[in-house]
Nanobody, 124 residues
Framework: QVQLVESGGGLAQAGGSLRLSCAAS????????VGWFRQTPGKERKFVAF????????YYEDSVKGRFTISRDNAKRTVYLQMTSLKPEGTAVYYC?????????????????WGQGTQVTVSS
């Protein structure tokens, strides 16, 4: 089992920045691939960013490319999502998720473990 806890959410102005953290505990974390997703009320959870186990491969949803950066520190068992140039449409609950296996994981069903989420609100 892997337990994930997100932090770093809050209120930001449009154009501002936030850094989300996803701290892992439990089983060895380094082999897991990690994704960030976001969800608004009544909508499906949507892919935001992905990082592989070593941290040398990342992928982003098109609308966040160039503004968000995913990274990880396996020694600290933590994955980060640096968000800059925030937009009001980025208001959502942000979740991190961990999954084993291979390849890039874009879909929520490909992940085994989830955090409880952290609210990000971007005001215009």
């Amino acid at each position: 089992q892997v337990q994930l806890v997100e932090s770093g959410g809050g209120l930001a102005q449009a154009g501002g920045s936030l850094r989300l953290s996803c701290a892992a505990s439990g089983r060895t974390f380094s082999p897991y691939r990690v994704g960030w997703f976001r969800q608004t009320p009544g909508k499906e959870r949507k892919f935001v960013a992905f990082i592989n186990s070593s941290g040398d491969t990342t992928y982003y949803e098109d609308s966040v490319k160039g503004r968000f950066t995913i990274s990880r520190d396996n020694a600290k068992r933590t994955v980060y999502l640096q968000m800059t140039s925030l937009k009001p449409e980025g208001t959502a609950v942000y979740y991190c998720a961990a999954g084993g296996g291979f390849g890039v994981k874009y879909h929520p069903g490909e992940y085994d473990y989830w955090g409880q989420g952290t609210q990000v609100t971007v005001s215009s």
